[in-house]
Nanobody
Framework: QVQLVESGGGLVQAGGSLRLSCAAS????????MGWFRQAPGKEREFVAA????????YYADSVKGRFTISRDNAKNTVYLQMNSLKPEDTAVYYC????????????????????WGQGTQVTVSS
């Protein structure tokens, strides 16, 4: 079992930056693939970025590629999402998720690939 707590959300102007953090409990964090998703009002939850257990492989949605960067620090049990050049359409609740599949080698982009979810953090980008 792992618990995930996101932080770092807030209100920012278009073109600005935010860094989200997701702190995980439990000794098995370093073996999990991790992902970030987001959900805007009235829309389905969508994939943003994913990273393998050691950070060796990352994967991004086309909508954020080149602007967002996912990273992790296994010593701190934390995964990050650096968001630059933010746009109003990035406004959403952002969730981190843990993938407990073996070896942590999957960069899943479906909600079904993930076993544990945080409570989310709101990101609002004003125009």
């Amino acid at each position: 079992q792992v618990q995930l707590v996101e932080s770092g959300g807030g209100l920012v102007q278009a073109g600005g930056s935010l860094r989200l953090s997701c702190a995980a409990s439990g000794r098995t964090f370093s073996s999990y693939g991790m992902g970030w998703f987001r959900q805007a009002p009235g829309k389905e939850r969508e994939f943003v970025a994913a990273i393998t257990w050691n950070g060796g492989l990352t994967y991004y949605a086309d909508s954020v590629k080149g602007r967002f960067t996912i990273s992790r620090d296994n010593a701190k049990n934390t995964v990050y999402l650096q968001m630059n050049s933010l746009k109003p359409e990035d406004t959403a609740v952002y969730y981190c998720a843990a993938d407990a599949s073996p070896w942590g080698l999957r960069v899943g982009h479906s909600t079904y690939d993930y076993n544990y979810w945080g409570q989310g953090t709101q990101v609002t980008v004003s125009s």
